[in-house]
């Protein structure tokens, strides 16, 4: 299993990012796909869950309305778009599949 994400970046509050995770080495079509993200100092937060089939997406409440998380099946890729950031959205974040994250992608958001 291999999960590698990129597009994070520093943006002003408001602004908008967003992630991509390139999965390989299982059949990624038929699992459901999570975005979960560290803060310095603080523990894990999860932002949302999308089903195999990506019709249907659950989001933390910190980041419902503002996140959007998406895949395309074809390509193995998840996607988190990202807008209307705030600072306390500056984080690691990273794509889980089963237990199994990447080497995350940092997100800073200034003030």
């Known amino acids: 299993v291999q999960l590698v994400e990129s597009g994070g970046g520093l943006v002003q509050a408001g602004g908008s990012l967003r992630l991509s995770c390139a999965a390989s080495g299982f059949v990624f079509s038929r699992i459901g796909m999570t975005w979960v993200r560290q803060a310095p100092g603080k523990e894990e937060e999860w932002v949302s869950t999308?089903?195999?089939?990506?019709?249907?997406?659950e989001y933390a409440d910190s980041v419902k309305g503002r996140f959007t998380t998406t895949r395309d099946n074809a390509k193995n890729m998840l996607y988190l778009e990202m807008t209307n950031l705030i600072p306390d959205d500056t984080a690691v974040y990273y794509c889980?599949?089963?237990?199994?994250r990447g080497q995350g992608t940092q997100v800073t958001v200034s003030s």
């Open positions: 999308i089903n195999r089939v990506g019709d249907y997406a």
């Open positions: 889980v599949k089963a237990g199994t």
